[in-house]
Protein backbone atom coordinates (compact mmCIF):
# COMPACT_ATOMS: atom_id res chain seq x y z
CA UNK A 1 0.00 0.00 0.00
CA UNK A 2 3.12 2.51 0.71
CA UNK A 3 4.74 1.90 -2.44
CA UNK A 4 1.62 2.08 -4.33
CA UNK A 5 1.18 5.40 -2.73
CA UNK A 6 4.38 6.25 -3.40
CA UNK A 7 4.31 5.26 -6.78
CA UNK A 8 1.30 7.83 -7.39
CA UNK A 9 3.06 11.09 -5.67
CA UNK A 10 5.97 10.19 -8.10
CA UNK A 11 4.09 10.26 -10.99
CA UNK A 12 1.69 13.57 -10.35
CA UNK A 13 4.92 16.17 -10.35
CA UNK A 14 5.74 14.77 -13.46
CA UNK A 15 2.96 15.92 -15.58
CA UNK A 16 3.35 19.10 -14.34
CA UNK A 17 7.13 18.49 -14.58
CA UNK A 18 6.86 18.65 -18.11
CA UNK A 19 4.02 21.08 -18.83
CA UNK A 20 6.02 23.68 -15.97
CA UNK A 21 9.04 23.75 -17.64
CA UNK A 22 7.91 23.12 -21.30
CA UNK A 23 5.14 25.62 -21.58
CA UNK A 24 7.66 28.65 -21.38
CA UNK A 25 9.62 27.27 -24.07
CA UNK A 26 6.70 26.50 -26.29
CA UNK A 27 5.42 30.32 -25.74
CA UNK A 28 8.67 31.80 -26.63
CA UNK A 29 9.46 29.66 -29.90
CA UNK A 30 5.98 29.46 -30.80
CA UNK A 31 5.83 33.65 -30.70
CA UNK A 32 9.36 33.72 -33.15
CA UNK A 33 6.88 31.37 -35.70
CA UNK A 34 4.33 33.72 -35.06
CA UNK A 35 5.83 36.84 -36.34
CA UNK A 36 7.33 34.95 -39.05
CA UNK A 37 3.57 34.27 -40.27
CA UNK A 38 2.45 38.52 -39.46
CA UNK A 39 5.62 39.05 -41.85
CA UNK A 40 4.63 37.19 -44.51
CA UNK A 41 0.77 38.11 -44.02
CA UNK A 42 1.94 41.98 -45.01
CA UNK A 43 4.29 41.26 -47.99
CA UNK A 44 1.73 38.93 -49.22
CA UNK A 45 -0.76 42.19 -48.95
CA UNK A 46 1.89 44.39 -50.89
CA UNK A 47 -0.74 46.02 -53.97
CA UNK A 48 -0.05 44.54 -56.90
CA UNK A 49 2.74 42.57 -55.94
CA UNK A 50 1.80 41.15 -52.93
CA UNK A 51 2.17 37.69 -54.79
CA UNK A 52 5.09 37.67 -56.56
CA UNK A 53 7.06 39.04 -53.05
CA UNK A 54 5.42 36.48 -50.97
CA UNK A 55 7.51 33.86 -53.57
CA UNK A 56 10.71 36.10 -53.46
CA UNK A 57 10.55 35.76 -49.67
CA UNK A 58 10.06 32.16 -49.92
CA UNK A 59 13.15 31.59 -51.69
CA UNK A 60 15.25 33.76 -49.93
CA UNK A 61 13.77 32.28 -46.77
CA UNK A 62 16.06 28.72 -46.05
CA UNK A 63 19.41 31.38 -45.43
CA UNK A 64 17.43 33.28 -43.24
CA UNK A 65 17.08 29.92 -41.62
CA UNK A 66 20.48 28.51 -41.88
CA UNK A 67 21.75 31.87 -40.03
CA UNK A 68 19.34 30.62 -37.08
CA UNK A 69 20.63 27.46 -37.30
CA UNK A 70 24.09 28.15 -37.20
CA UNK A 71 23.56 30.55 -34.30
CA UNK A 72 21.95 27.97 -32.29
CA UNK A 73 23.81 25.43 -32.48
CA UNK A 74 26.65 28.03 -31.53
CA UNK A 75 24.77 29.41 -28.46
CA UNK A 76 24.02 25.70 -27.05
CA UNK A 77 27.61 25.26 -27.08
CA UNK A 78 27.60 28.22 -25.66
CA UNK A 79 25.49 27.89 -22.87
CA UNK A 80 27.01 24.46 -22.02
CA UNK A 81 29.98 25.67 -21.28
CA UNK A 82 29.42 28.53 -19.60
CA UNK A 83 27.11 26.66 -17.26
CA UNK A 84 29.71 24.49 -16.42
CA UNK A 85 32.24 26.99 -15.68
CA UNK A 86 30.09 29.17 -13.63
CA UNK A 87 28.71 26.14 -11.79
CA UNK A 88 32.46 25.68 -11.18
CA UNK A 89 33.02 29.00 -10.00
CA UNK A 90 36.34 29.58 -12.69
CA UNK A 91 35.45 33.19 -13.24
CA UNK A 92 38.48 33.79 -15.73
CA UNK A 93 36.98 30.51 -17.86
CA UNK A 94 33.63 32.51 -17.74
CA UNK A 95 35.15 35.38 -18.92
CA UNK A 96 36.89 33.80 -21.58
CA UNK A 97 34.15 31.30 -23.08
CA UNK A 98 31.79 34.23 -22.98
CA UNK A 99 34.57 36.24 -24.89
CA UNK A 100 34.83 33.58 -27.53
CA UNK A 101 31.18 33.86 -27.92
CA UNK A 102 31.05 37.21 -28.79
CA UNK A 103 34.13 36.56 -31.27
CA UNK A 104 32.16 33.61 -32.96
CA UNK A 105 29.58 35.67 -33.33
CA UNK A 106 31.43 37.97 -35.25
CA UNK A 107 32.98 35.66 -37.42
CA UNK A 108 29.76 33.80 -38.23
CA UNK A 109 28.74 37.75 -39.08
CA UNK A 110 31.54 37.92 -41.50
CA UNK A 111 30.82 34.90 -43.20
CA UNK A 112 26.67 35.91 -43.61
CA UNK A 113 28.08 39.52 -44.51
CA UNK A 114 30.38 38.51 -47.39
CA UNK A 115 27.29 35.84 -48.61
CA UNK A 116 24.96 38.50 -48.44
CA UNK A 117 27.28 40.91 -50.62
CA UNK A 118 28.13 38.89 -53.19
CA UNK A 119 26.02 35.51 -53.53
CA UNK A 120 22.42 37.17 -52.86
CA UNK A 121 21.99 37.51 -56.27
CA UNK A 122 23.10 33.93 -57.24
CA UNK A 123 21.27 31.92 -54.93
CA UNK A 124 17.93 33.80 -55.56
CA UNK A 125 18.91 33.15 -59.25
CA UNK A 126 18.55 29.23 -58.74
CA UNK A 127 15.42 29.34 -58.06
CA UNK A 128 14.12 31.89 -60.67
CA UNK A 129 14.78 33.63 -63.95
CA UNK A 130 11.86 36.01 -63.35
CA UNK A 131 13.16 39.80 -63.30
CA UNK A 132 10.77 41.17 -60.85
CA UNK A 133 11.40 38.09 -58.07
CA UNK A 134 14.83 38.04 -58.87
CA UNK A 135 15.06 41.62 -57.98
CA UNK A 136 12.97 41.59 -54.73
CA UNK A 137 14.56 38.38 -53.34
CA UNK A 138 17.69 39.32 -53.76
CA UNK A 139 16.85 42.84 -51.95
CA UNK A 140 15.24 41.17 -49.64
CA UNK A 141 18.00 38.95 -48.53
CA UNK A 142 21.06 41.01 -49.11
CA UNK A 143 19.47 43.58 -46.50
CA UNK A 144 18.99 40.28 -44.20
CA UNK A 145 22.27 38.94 -44.76
CA UNK A 146 24.19 42.39 -44.66
CA UNK A 147 22.58 43.06 -41.74
CA UNK A 148 22.26 40.17 -39.66
CA UNK A 149 24.39 40.88 -36.45
CA UNK A 150 21.91 41.50 -34.59
CA UNK A 151 19.78 37.62 -35.07
CA UNK A 152 23.15 36.24 -34.52
CA UNK A 153 24.24 38.79 -31.64
CA UNK A 154 21.32 38.06 -30.27
CA UNK A 155 21.39 34.60 -30.02
CA UNK A 156 25.29 34.76 -28.31
CA UNK A 157 23.86 37.38 -25.59
CA UNK A 158 20.64 35.51 -24.85
CA UNK A 159 22.69 32.84 -23.86
CA UNK A 160 24.41 34.87 -21.59
CA UNK A 161 21.29 35.61 -19.44
CA UNK A 162 19.82 32.11 -19.71
CA UNK A 163 22.97 30.69 -18.68
CA UNK A 164 23.05 32.97 -15.45
CA UNK A 165 19.49 31.99 -14.96
CA UNK A 166 18.26 35.02 -16.25
CA UNK A 167 15.68 33.59 -18.54
CA UNK A 168 13.25 36.64 -17.90
CA UNK A 169 15.38 39.22 -19.56
CA UNK A 170 16.03 37.41 -22.66
CA UNK A 171 12.18 36.67 -23.11
CA UNK A 172 11.75 40.40 -22.69
CA UNK A 173 14.41 41.30 -25.42
CA UNK A 174 13.07 38.60 -27.88
CA UNK A 175 9.01 39.85 -27.55
CA UNK A 176 10.65 43.71 -27.76
CA UNK A 177 12.18 42.80 -31.36
CA UNK A 178 9.28 41.08 -32.24
CA UNK A 179 7.15 43.58 -31.94
CA UNK A 180 8.88 45.68 -33.68
CA UNK A 181 9.29 44.09 -36.24
CA UNK A 182 5.40 43.79 -36.39
CA UNK A 183 5.17 47.37 -36.17
CA UNK A 184 7.89 48.55 -38.67
CA UNK A 185 6.52 45.85 -41.16
CA UNK A 186 3.15 47.57 -41.23
CA UNK A 187 4.99 51.22 -41.11
CA UNK A 188 7.05 50.57 -43.91
CA UNK A 189 5.52 47.90 -46.20
CA UNK A 190 2.62 50.41 -46.54
CA UNK A 191 2.33 53.98 -45.40
CA UNK A 192 5.88 54.70 -46.51
CA UNK A 193 5.70 52.14 -49.65
CA UNK A 194 9.08 50.75 -49.17
CA UNK A 195 8.19 46.92 -50.27
CA UNK A 196 9.73 43.79 -49.75
CA UNK A 197 12.79 46.29 -48.75
CA UNK A 198 11.03 47.27 -46.31
CA UNK A 199 9.94 44.07 -44.66
CA UNK A 200 13.79 43.08 -44.52
CA UNK A 201 14.43 46.63 -42.57
CA UNK A 202 11.96 45.90 -40.37
CA UNK A 203 13.02 42.59 -39.62
CA UNK A 204 16.80 43.59 -38.90
CA UNK A 205 15.66 46.38 -36.77
CA UNK A 206 13.75 43.88 -34.84
CA UNK A 207 16.74 41.74 -34.35
CA UNK A 208 19.29 44.94 -33.66
CA UNK A 209 16.59 45.88 -30.71
CA UNK A 210 16.11 42.51 -28.98
CA UNK A 211 20.26 42.12 -29.37
CA UNK A 212 20.40 45.88 -27.70
CA UNK A 213 18.02 45.06 -24.91
CA UNK A 214 19.37 41.69 -23.86
CA UNK A 215 23.15 43.61 -24.10
CA UNK A 216 21.36 46.55 -21.69
CA UNK A 217 20.15 43.48 -19.10
CA UNK A 218 23.39 41.35 -19.77
CA UNK A 219 26.21 44.43 -18.96
CA UNK A 220 23.60 45.84 -16.17
CA UNK A 221 22.34 42.96 -14.29
CA UNK A 222 24.68 39.84 -15.49
CA UNK A 223 27.61 40.19 -12.96
CA UNK A 224 28.57 36.61 -13.10
CA UNK A 225 30.05 37.35 -16.54
CA UNK A 226 32.91 39.74 -17.09
CA UNK A 227 33.04 41.85 -20.41
CA UNK A 228 36.61 43.02 -20.69
CA UNK A 229 37.35 43.09 -24.22
CA UNK A 230 40.81 41.19 -23.80
CA UNK A 231 38.47 38.41 -23.29
CA UNK A 232 37.37 38.02 -27.04
CA UNK A 233 40.83 36.79 -28.17
CA UNK A 234 39.92 33.45 -29.68
CA UNK A 235 41.21 30.19 -27.99
CA UNK A 236 41.08 26.92 -29.66
CA UNK A 237 39.98 24.62 -26.45
CA UNK A 238 36.99 26.58 -25.91
CA UNK A 239 36.11 27.05 -29.43
CA UNK A 240 36.25 23.69 -29.85
CA UNK A 241 34.37 22.82 -26.83
CA UNK A 242 31.48 24.86 -27.64
CA UNK A 243 31.44 22.98 -30.88
CA UNK A 244 31.65 19.77 -29.13
CA UNK A 245 28.33 20.30 -27.72
CA UNK A 246 26.47 22.61 -30.26
CA UNK A 247 27.60 20.87 -33.76
CA UNK A 248 24.80 18.50 -33.88
CA UNK A 249 21.84 21.51 -32.96
CA UNK A 250 23.19 23.41 -35.68
CA UNK A 251 23.44 20.42 -38.46
CA UNK A 252 20.39 19.42 -37.11
CA UNK A 253 18.69 23.19 -37.54
CA UNK A 254 20.24 23.50 -40.62
CA UNK A 255 18.44 20.93 -42.27
CA UNK A 256 14.93 22.75 -42.19
CA UNK A 257 17.04 25.25 -44.40
CA UNK A 258 18.39 22.40 -46.50
CA UNK A 259 14.54 20.95 -47.04
CA UNK A 260 13.05 24.46 -47.41
CA UNK A 261 15.66 25.28 -50.39
CA UNK A 262 15.38 21.97 -51.64
CA UNK A 263 11.63 21.83 -51.95
CA UNK A 264 11.81 25.15 -53.77
CA UNK A 265 13.79 24.23 -56.64
CA UNK A 266 11.78 20.75 -57.23
CA UNK A 267 8.39 22.83 -56.93
CA UNK A 268 10.17 25.80 -59.53
CA UNK A 269 10.26 22.47 -61.93
CA UNK A 270 6.46 21.87 -62.03
CA UNK A 271 4.41 23.14 -64.84
CA UNK A 272 2.13 25.78 -62.81
CA UNK A 273 2.06 29.54 -61.63
CA UNK A 274 5.45 29.57 -59.37
CA UNK A 275 4.00 32.38 -57.65
CA UNK A 276 1.28 30.17 -56.26
CA UNK A 277 2.66 26.65 -55.70
CA UNK A 278 6.20 28.60 -54.44
CA UNK A 279 4.41 31.05 -52.42
CA UNK A 280 1.76 28.24 -50.63
CA UNK A 281 4.59 26.70 -49.63
CA UNK A 282 6.49 29.91 -47.97
CA UNK A 283 3.45 30.34 -45.97
CA UNK A 284 2.50 27.28 -45.47
CA UNK A 285 5.86 26.18 -43.91
CA UNK A 286 6.13 29.27 -41.70
CA UNK A 287 2.34 28.31 -40.37
CA UNK A 288 4.11 24.33 -40.04
CA UNK A 289 6.38 26.08 -37.43
CA UNK A 290 4.45 26.99 -34.86
CA UNK A 291 3.10 23.18 -34.42
CA UNK A 292 6.92 22.26 -35.10
CA UNK A 293 8.22 24.89 -32.64
CA UNK A 294 5.68 23.33 -29.85
CA UNK A 295 7.12 19.60 -30.11
CA UNK A 296 10.31 20.95 -29.99
CA UNK A 297 9.59 22.78 -26.39
CA UNK A 298 8.15 19.47 -24.92
CA UNK A 299 11.44 17.59 -26.71
CA UNK A 300 14.18 20.17 -25.31
CA UNK A 301 12.18 19.86 -21.77
CA UNK A 302 12.24 15.85 -22.09
CA UNK A 303 15.76 15.52 -22.70
CA UNK A 304 16.57 17.54 -19.44
CA UNK A 305 14.33 15.32 -17.62
CA UNK A 306 14.77 12.16 -19.11
CA UNK A 307 18.70 12.76 -18.59
CA UNK A 308 18.79 12.88 -15.15
CA UNK A 309 16.60 10.34 -14.06
CA UNK A 310 18.13 8.00 -16.52
CA UNK A 311 21.17 9.14 -14.86
CA UNK A 312 20.06 8.06 -11.56
CA UNK A 313 19.61 4.53 -12.91
CA UNK A 314 15.75 4.75 -11.80
CA UNK A 315 14.00 2.58 -14.64
CA UNK A 316 10.66 3.60 -13.87
CA UNK A 317 10.89 7.47 -13.66
CA UNK A 318 12.95 6.66 -16.77
CA UNK A 319 9.70 4.90 -18.80
CA UNK A 320 7.55 7.18 -17.19
CA UNK A 321 9.59 10.34 -18.69
CA UNK A 322 8.99 8.69 -21.88
CA UNK A 323 6.30 7.85 -21.70
CA UNK A 324 4.59 11.36 -20.59
CA UNK A 325 7.05 13.18 -22.59
CA UNK A 326 5.70 11.26 -25.54
CA UNK A 327 2.35 11.59 -24.77
CA UNK A 328 2.48 15.51 -23.98
CA UNK A 329 3.63 15.99 -27.33
CA UNK A 330 1.20 13.94 -29.31
CA UNK A 331 -1.66 15.75 -27.13
CA UNK A 332 0.05 19.64 -28.32
CA UNK A 333 1.05 18.32 -32.14
CA UNK A 334 -2.94 16.87 -32.18
CA UNK A 335 -4.36 20.21 -30.82
CA UNK A 336 -2.40 21.97 -33.52
CA UNK A 337 -4.36 19.84 -36.12
CA UNK A 338 -7.26 20.42 -34.78
CA UNK A 339 -6.72 24.15 -34.63
CA UNK A 340 -5.32 24.66 -38.42
CA UNK A 341 -7.83 22.16 -39.72
CA UNK A 342 -10.32 24.56 -38.49
CA UNK A 343 -8.75 28.11 -39.31
CA UNK A 344 -7.15 26.76 -42.55
CA UNK A 345 -9.31 29.48 -44.66
CA UNK A 346 -9.77 32.18 -42.64
CA UNK A 347 -6.04 32.46 -41.99
CA UNK A 348 -5.18 31.85 -45.06
CA UNK A 349 -7.67 34.41 -46.37
CA UNK A 350 -5.19 37.30 -44.37
CA UNK A 351 -2.71 37.18 -46.89
CA UNK A 352 -5.20 38.40 -49.68
CA UNK A 353 -7.08 41.33 -47.98
CA UNK A 354 -5.62 43.81 -49.75
CA UNK A 355 -5.85 42.10 -52.81
CA UNK A 356 -1.95 41.68 -53.46
CA UNK A 357 -2.22 37.72 -54.02
CA UNK A 358 -4.76 36.58 -55.87
CA UNK A 359 -7.57 34.30 -54.44
CA UNK A 360 -5.41 30.96 -56.22
CA UNK A 361 -2.94 31.40 -53.79
CA UNK A 362 -5.30 31.41 -50.44
CA UNK A 363 -6.99 28.49 -51.77
CA UNK A 364 -4.24 26.28 -52.30
CA UNK A 365 -2.21 27.51 -48.90
CA UNK A 366 -5.39 26.71 -47.17
CA UNK A 367 -5.48 23.49 -48.66
CA UNK A 368 -2.02 23.08 -47.92
CA UNK A 369 -2.33 23.69 -44.71
CA UNK A 370 -4.95 21.04 -44.07
CA UNK A 371 -3.70 18.35 -46.07
CA UNK A 372 -0.04 18.90 -44.13
CA UNK A 373 -1.79 19.21 -40.69
CA UNK A 374 -2.54 15.52 -40.89
CA UNK A 375 1.11 14.73 -40.36
CA UNK A 376 1.41 17.20 -36.81
CA UNK A 377 0.94 13.99 -34.69
CA UNK A 378 3.31 11.74 -36.62
CA UNK A 379 5.93 15.01 -36.74
CA UNK A 380 5.58 15.38 -32.97
CA UNK A 381 6.44 11.89 -31.53
CA UNK A 382 9.74 11.81 -34.34
CA UNK A 383 11.04 14.75 -32.68
CA UNK A 384 9.51 13.45 -29.12
CA UNK A 385 11.77 10.37 -29.67
CA UNK A 386 14.39 12.12 -31.21
CA UNK A 387 14.63 14.05 -27.66
CA UNK A 388 14.53 10.46 -25.79
CA UNK A 389 17.65 9.39 -28.16
CA UNK A 390 19.59 12.44 -26.97
CA UNK A 391 18.47 12.30 -23.50
CA UNK A 392 19.74 8.67 -23.42
CA UNK A 393 23.13 9.55 -24.75
CA UNK A 394 22.63 9.14 -28.76
CA UNK A 395 24.16 11.52 -31.05
CA UNK A 396 24.03 9.70 -34.66
CA UNK A 397 20.19 8.36 -34.43
CA UNK A 398 18.62 11.87 -34.04
CA UNK A 399 20.39 12.96 -36.83
CA UNK A 400 18.94 9.88 -38.92
CA UNK A 401 15.27 10.94 -38.00
CA UNK A 402 16.14 14.50 -39.08
CA UNK A 403 17.06 13.23 -42.61
CA UNK A 404 14.52 11.23 -43.14
CA UNK A 405 11.81 13.61 -42.47
CA UNK A 406 13.58 16.55 -43.59
CA UNK A 407 15.65 15.13 -47.41
CA UNK A 408 15.49 11.74 -48.04
CA UNK A 409 11.67 11.51 -47.72
CA UNK A 410 10.90 14.17 -49.15
CA UNK A 411 12.64 14.93 -52.64
CA UNK A 412 11.62 12.45 -53.79
CA UNK A 413 8.17 12.18 -53.39
CA UNK A 414 7.79 15.75 -53.97
CA UNK A 415 9.19 15.47 -57.14
CA UNK A 416 7.01 12.78 -58.11
CA UNK A 417 3.73 14.92 -57.46
CA UNK A 418 5.40 17.48 -59.25
CA UNK A 419 4.94 15.10 -62.09
CA UNK A 420 1.19 14.85 -61.74
CA UNK A 421 -0.72 17.42 -63.61
CA UNK A 422 -2.94 18.10 -60.03
CA UNK A 423 0.37 18.92 -58.58
CA UNK A 424 -1.51 21.95 -56.63
CA UNK A 425 -3.77 19.41 -55.07
CA UNK A 426 -1.75 17.07 -54.10
CA UNK A 427 1.84 18.01 -53.99
CA UNK A 428 1.01 18.84 -49.87
CA UNK A 429 0.47 14.62 -49.32
CA UNK A 430 4.51 15.19 -49.32
CA UNK A 431 4.70 16.00 -45.65
CA UNK A 432 2.39 13.54 -44.13
CA UNK A 433 3.73 10.84 -45.81
CA UNK A 434 7.58 11.58 -44.86
CA UNK A 435 6.14 11.93 -41.61
CA UNK A 436 4.73 8.50 -41.11
CA UNK A 437 7.78 6.62 -42.76
CA UNK A 438 9.98 8.82 -40.29
CA UNK A 439 7.20 7.57 -37.76
CA UNK A 440 8.05 3.88 -38.40
CA UNK A 441 11.79 4.76 -38.13
CA UNK A 442 11.58 6.26 -34.76
CA UNK A 443 9.04 3.74 -33.57
CA UNK A 444 11.88 0.86 -34.76
CA UNK A 445 14.86 3.25 -32.53
CA UNK A 446 12.97 4.20 -30.04
CA UNK A 447 12.27 0.04 -28.84
CA UNK A 448 16.52 -0.51 -29.54
CA UNK A 449 16.82 2.24 -27.07
CA UNK A 450 14.53 1.11 -24.74
CA UNK A 451 15.93 -2.91 -24.63
CA UNK A 452 19.37 -1.49 -24.66
CA UNK A 453 19.23 1.75 -22.16
CA UNK A 454 16.44 1.34 -20.13
CA UNK A 455 15.23 -2.47 -19.59
CA UNK A 456 19.10 -2.98 -18.74
CA UNK A 457 18.88 -1.02 -15.89
CA UNK A 458 19.27 -2.94 -12.45
CA UNK A 459 16.36 -2.81 -10.20
CA UNK A 460 17.34 -1.66 -6.97
CA UNK A 461 16.15 -3.54 -3.76
CA UNK A 462 16.27 -2.13 -0.78
CA UNK A 463 19.55 -2.11 0.83
CA UNK A 464 19.91 -3.08 4.83
CA UNK A 465 22.43 -2.01 6.92
CA UNK A 466 23.66 -1.42 10.10
CA UNK A 467 24.47 1.96 9.11
CA UNK A 468 23.11 5.20 9.51
CA UNK A 469 22.33 7.34 7.54
CA UNK A 470 20.48 11.68 8.45
CA UNK A 471 19.61 13.31 5.51
CA UNK A 472 18.74 17.14 6.49
CA UNK A 473 16.51 18.96 3.60
CA UNK A 474 15.59 22.82 4.48
CA UNK A 475 14.45 26.27 4.23
CA UNK A 476 16.84 29.08 3.72
CA UNK A 477 17.59 30.56 7.14
CA UNK A 478 16.80 27.62 9.60
CA UNK A 479 20.34 26.95 10.32
CA UNK A 480 20.22 23.79 8.42
CA UNK A 481 23.92 23.18 7.89
CA UNK A 482 24.40 24.65 11.62
CA UNK A 483 21.92 21.72 13.32
CA UNK A 484 22.99 18.83 10.96
CA UNK A 485 26.83 19.86 11.88
CA UNK A 486 24.96 19.60 15.86
CA UNK A 487 23.54 15.74 15.46
CA UNK A 488 26.43 14.97 14.04
CA UNK A 489 28.66 15.43 16.79
CA UNK A 490 26.14 14.43 19.17
CA UNK A 491 25.85 10.85 17.61
CA UNK A 492 29.64 10.54 16.75
CA UNK A 493 29.16 10.44 13.00
CA UNK A 494 30.57 12.17 9.92
CA UNK A 495 28.91 15.60 8.08
CA UNK A 496 28.92 16.05 4.85
CA UNK A 497 28.43 19.55 3.18
CA UNK A 498 31.33 21.37 1.26
CA UNK A 499 33.41 18.10 1.96
CA UNK A 500 31.44 16.13 -0.94
CA UNK A 501 32.38 18.75 -3.61
CA UNK A 502 35.85 17.95 -2.74
CA UNK A 503 34.74 14.28 -3.15
CA UNK A 504 32.74 15.18 -6.54
CA UNK A 505 35.89 16.64 -7.78
CA UNK A 506 38.29 13.01 -6.81
CA UNK A 507 35.56 11.36 -8.65
CA UNK A 508 35.29 13.06 -11.66
CA UNK A 509 39.23 14.49 -11.72
CA UNK A 510 38.93 18.03 -11.54
CA UNK A 511 41.07 20.50 -9.76
CA UNK A 512 41.06 21.63 -6.56
CA UNK A 513 39.51 24.87 -7.45
CA UNK A 514 36.67 23.21 -8.65
CA UNK A 515 35.45 22.47 -5.59
CA UNK A 516 36.37 25.28 -3.28
CA UNK A 517 34.38 27.17 -5.15
CA UNK A 518 31.58 24.65 -5.65
CA UNK A 519 28.76 26.12 -3.69
CA UNK A 520 25.61 24.22 -2.61
CA UNK A 521 23.90 26.95 -4.07
CA UNK A 522 25.48 26.65 -7.59
CA UNK A 523 23.78 23.04 -7.38
CA UNK A 524 20.28 23.95 -6.86
CA UNK A 525 20.59 27.19 -9.56
CA UNK A 526 22.05 24.49 -12.19
CA UNK A 527 18.02 23.27 -13.02
CA UNK A 528 18.04 25.91 -15.31
CA UNK A 529 20.79 24.35 -16.99
CA UNK A 530 20.58 20.94 -16.56
CA UNK A 531 21.90 19.54 -19.98
CA UNK A 532 24.97 21.21 -19.21
CA UNK A 533 24.90 19.89 -15.43
CA UNK A 534 23.60 16.12 -15.37
CA UNK A 535 27.27 14.46 -15.08
CA UNK A 536 27.52 16.54 -11.80
CA UNK A 537 24.49 15.73 -10.29
CA UNK A 538 25.17 11.58 -11.36
CA UNK A 539 28.33 11.95 -9.28
CA UNK A 540 27.34 13.09 -6.73
CA UNK A 541 24.89 10.77 -6.38
CA UNK A 542 27.20 8.02 -7.02
CA UNK A 543 29.40 9.05 -4.30
CA UNK A 544 26.26 9.52 -1.40
CA UNK A 545 25.55 5.91 -2.85
CA UNK A 546 29.50 4.89 -1.95
CA UNK A 547 29.25 6.62 1.07
CA UNK A 548 26.34 5.00 2.36
CA UNK A 549 27.77 1.40 1.67
CA UNK A 550 30.61 1.88 3.96
CA UNK A 551 29.50 4.54 7.17
CA UNK A 552 27.52 6.62 8.71
CA UNK A 553 26.71 10.20 8.00
CA UNK A 554 24.81 13.34 8.15
CA UNK A 555 24.17 14.94 4.88
CA UNK A 556 22.62 18.63 4.11
CA UNK A 557 20.89 19.08 1.03
CA UNK A 558 21.75 17.44 -2.37
CA UNK A 559 18.13 15.67 -2.60
CA UNK A 560 20.03 13.06 -0.71
CA UNK A 561 16.89 11.76 0.87
CA UNK A 562 16.00 10.82 -3.14
CA UNK A 563 19.19 9.65 -4.01
CA UNK A 564 19.25 7.27 -0.88
CA UNK A 565 15.47 6.24 -1.53
CA UNK A 566 16.30 2.68 -1.92
CA UNK A 567 17.96 2.05 1.51
CA UNK A 568 15.99 1.32 4.62
CA UNK A 569 18.27 2.81 7.01
CA UNK A 570 18.08 6.69 6.16
CA UNK A 571 16.50 9.11 8.55
CA UNK A 572 14.85 12.02 6.78
CA UNK A 573 14.11 15.67 8.44
CA UNK A 574 12.72 18.61 6.37
CA UNK A 575 13.30 22.00 8.69
CA UNK A 576 11.32 24.83 8.05
CA UNK A 577 10.43 28.39 10.04
CA UNK A 578 7.99 31.19 9.82
CA UNK A 579 9.36 34.15 7.54
CA UNK A 580 10.66 36.57 10.00
CA UNK A 581 12.29 34.42 12.03
CA UNK A 582 14.40 33.19 8.77
CA UNK A 583 14.55 36.71 8.02
CA UNK A 584 16.24 37.50 11.10
CA UNK A 585 18.92 34.60 10.92
CA UNK A 586 19.89 35.68 7.47
CA UNK A 587 20.30 39.56 8.45
CA UNK A 588 22.69 38.44 11.11
CA UNK A 589 24.53 36.04 8.69
CA UNK A 590 24.86 37.87 5.59
CA UNK A 591 24.16 41.86 6.92
CA UNK A 592 21.19 42.27 4.57
CA UNK A 593 18.26 44.25 5.08
CA UNK A 594 14.98 42.99 5.78
CA UNK A 595 13.88 43.21 2.36
CA UNK A 596 17.23 42.22 0.64
CA UNK A 597 16.61 39.21 3.65
CA UNK A 598 13.30 38.18 2.25
CA UNK A 599 14.69 38.46 -1.74
CA UNK A 600 17.66 35.70 -0.64
CA UNK A 601 15.22 33.07 1.66
CA UNK A 602 12.57 33.32 -1.77
CA UNK A 603 14.91 33.30 -4.58
CA UNK A 604 17.03 30.45 -2.49
CA UNK A 605 14.50 28.26 -1.68
CA UNK A 606 12.61 28.60 -5.15
CA UNK A 607 16.08 26.88 -6.71
CA UNK A 608 16.37 24.36 -4.49
CA UNK A 609 12.64 23.50 -4.85
CA UNK A 610 13.38 23.56 -8.61
CA UNK A 611 16.28 21.20 -8.34
CA UNK A 612 14.43 18.72 -5.84
CA UNK A 613 10.98 18.54 -8.15
CA UNK A 614 13.22 18.18 -11.56
CA UNK A 615 15.64 15.14 -10.03
CA UNK A 616 13.52 13.30 -7.65
CA UNK A 617 9.92 14.39 -9.34
CA UNK A 618 8.29 14.34 -5.78
CA UNK A 619 7.24 17.94 -4.11
CA UNK A 620 9.72 19.44 -1.99
CA UNK A 621 9.08 20.18 1.18
CA UNK A 622 5.97 17.94 1.35
CA UNK A 623 5.79 15.88 4.66
CA UNK A 624 5.08 12.51 2.86
CA UNK A 625 8.88 12.60 1.76
CA UNK A 626 10.25 12.88 4.97
CA UNK A 627 10.16 11.05 8.35
CA UNK A 628 10.39 14.43 10.54
CA UNK A 629 9.48 18.36 9.86
CA UNK A 630 10.34 20.28 12.54
CA UNK A 631 9.95 24.38 12.86
CA UNK A 632 13.24 25.52 13.60
CA UNK A 633 11.87 28.50 15.29
CA UNK A 634 12.19 26.85 18.41
CA UNK A 635 16.17 27.19 18.34
CA UNK A 636 19.11 24.92 17.66
CA UNK A 637 19.30 23.03 20.56
CA UNK A 638 15.66 22.15 21.24
CA UNK A 639 15.66 20.69 17.36
CA UNK A 640 19.53 18.64 17.73
CA UNK A 641 17.73 17.45 21.02
CA UNK A 642 14.42 16.30 18.90
CA UNK A 643 16.33 15.08 16.35
CA UNK A 644 18.77 12.79 18.59
CA UNK A 645 15.69 11.92 20.66
CA UNK A 646 13.71 10.35 17.64
CA UNK A 647 16.85 9.01 16.03
CA UNK A 648 17.25 7.32 19.39
CA UNK A 649 13.47 6.06 19.87
CA UNK A 650 13.64 4.18 16.33
CA UNK A 651 16.85 2.65 17.26
CA UNK A 652 15.73 1.04 20.25
CA UNK A 653 12.66 0.06 18.34
CA UNK A 654 14.76 -1.89 16.27
CA UNK A 655 16.90 -3.38 18.92
Not at 493 to 520: P, T, V
Amino acid sequence: MEQAKQNRMAIEPLKKLFWKMGLPMIISMVLQALYNVVDSIFVANMEGTGALANEALTIAFPIQIMIIAVGVGTGVGLNALLSKSLGEKNREKVNRVAGNGIFLGIVIYAVFLLFGLFCSEWFIGLFTDRPDVLEMGTSYLKICTCLSLGSIGFTIYERFLQATGKTMFSTIAQISGAVANIVLDYVFIFPLNMGVAGAAWATVIGQFISLFVAMAFHYTANKEIGGHPKYIRPVGAIIKGIYKIGASAAIMQGLLSVMMAGVNAILGTADVDPTVLVGSFGIYYKIQQVALFSAFGLSNTMITVLSFNYGMKSKERARDCIKYGIIDTLITTLAMTVLFEIVAKPLSMLFALSGGSSEALVDVCAKATRIAAIGYAFMGFTVAVQGVLQALGYAVKPLILSLLRLVVFVFPVCYLFTLSPEVLDTVWWTFPIAEVLTCIFAVVFLRQAQRKKIDTLKEETRKRSDKLIITVSREHGTNGKRIGKLVAERLGMKFYDKELSMLEAQHRGLDRQYAEGHREEDMYSLYLSLDAKKDSVIAQSEIINALADKESFVIVGRAADYVLRERDNVIRIFLYAPMDYKIKNVMQIYGDSASEAERRILSSDKSRAGYYELVSNRKWGEKENYNLCLDCSVGNDEIVDTVCDYILKIQNKHD
